[in-house]
């Protein structure tokens, strides 16, 4: 490597360009920088980034051979989630991930609530019928108010409290499994904690918040959709593949389920020809649950804050794998 630092940013099309990610590694950085955009697929990586410093990503999964190709000492996300940067491998070469936490909590927690809401509502459905030429309050029946329903969620970090503390005050009860935490933990939060069966037994909206890991890779498959009630929701702003789509697919199908509302999904973006994008009973956005004009930029100032702080070897918050530092 020579004395200038290079970082590639591999999918710049994300932000529609990389001015800002430029802006703040000149201002942080003591030694002469370069900050490019290089649009690639994680398998394109060896052969069209070079030798790199840092790689950034927003989405492009970043692998062993990618990090052996480039020779960089940082992978940083753009995101919270990191399911698809081989981290062991990362560690094991001194290559030090990161990833931006807490950014954009109250966006998601709005998010949730808002596609949730608009199930409950029967907006979408509304909105069919009308264009098709009804004019009848019966369309999206039956419409229940919040005071009835359970709003549950599947894992129960900060953006799923953000959005319980908004769907406790229209008047939902709130539920979360979360293995990872203790029930007083959830508890503390407002929310009464249940085992994932009961979850499903209980949820009239079920908000997807946990990780893409081998374990939760299709946790709501046919059996557990099959325990939520013929007239609840499912929202995920998670991860698509934590849902079986065929099997959502088919409940929907059957009028097993009232609806989902999902901001992510198993092939993104999808093609074109995915059924669920033609459905009235389902919402589709695009991995936009963390957009807000504050969040972008803050997503960007604190990704490259912990970028640089992690490339200087500093243990900083954002830092997955510590142990890549010493």
Request: charged share 25%; hydrophobic share 40%; net charge negative.
């Amino acid at each position: 490597m020579t004395d200038t630092v290079r970082a590639v940013m591999l999918d710049p099309d994300w932000f529609g360009d990389v001015d800002a990610e430029r802006r703040h590694f000149r201002e942080l950085l003591d030694r002469e920088v370069t900050v490019e955009g290089i649009d690639c697929t994680e398998a394109e990586i060896p052969g069209a980034v070079g030798e790199a410093d840092l790689l950034l990503s927003h989405y492009t999964g970043v692998s062993a051979a990618a990090m052996d190709a480039t020779g960089c000492s940082v992978v940083s996300r753009y995101a919270t989630g990191i399911d698809d940067i081989d981290v062991p491998a990362a560690t094991e070469r001194g290559v030090r991930v990161t990833r931006v936490p807490s950014y954009c909590d109250d966006e998601v927690g709005s998010h949730i609530v808002s596609l949730a809401m608009a199930l409950v509502r029967g907006l979408p459905m509304y909105d069919a019928a009308t264009e098709s030429g009804a004019w009848q309050w019966k369309d999206a029946a039956p419409i229940r108010p919040p005071e009835q329903l359970t709003f549950g969620f599947l894992a129960f970090g900060n953006k799923a409290r953000a959005a319980a503390e908004r769907a406790a005050a229209l008047g939902f009860d709130v539920c979360a499994h979360d293995p990872f935490l203790d029930d007083e933990e959830i508890t503390s939060r407002g929310a009464t904690p249940v085992g994932f069966e009961k979850l499903l037994d209980e949820s009239d909206v079920l908000s997807v918040n946990t990780p893409l890991t081998p374990d939760t890779e299709g946790m709501l498959d046919a059996d557990a959709l099959a325990r939520l009630d013929e007239d609840a929701v499912v929202v995920n702003t998670s991860r698509g593949k934590v849902i079986d789509e065929d099997a959502l697919l088919a409940a929907l199908e059957a009028d097993e389920l009232r609806g989902a509302g999902l901001d992510v999904l198993a092939e993104e973006p999808p093609a074109s020809g995915n059924p669920l994008l033609a459905r009235d009973d389902v919402i589709v956005t695009p991995h936009a649950a963390w957009y807000s004009t504050e969040s972008e930029a803050t997503l960007r100032r604190r990704g490259t804050e912990i970028a640089v702080a992690a490339y200087n070897g500093e243990h900083v918050d954002g830092v997955v794998n510590p142990d890549a530092l010493e």
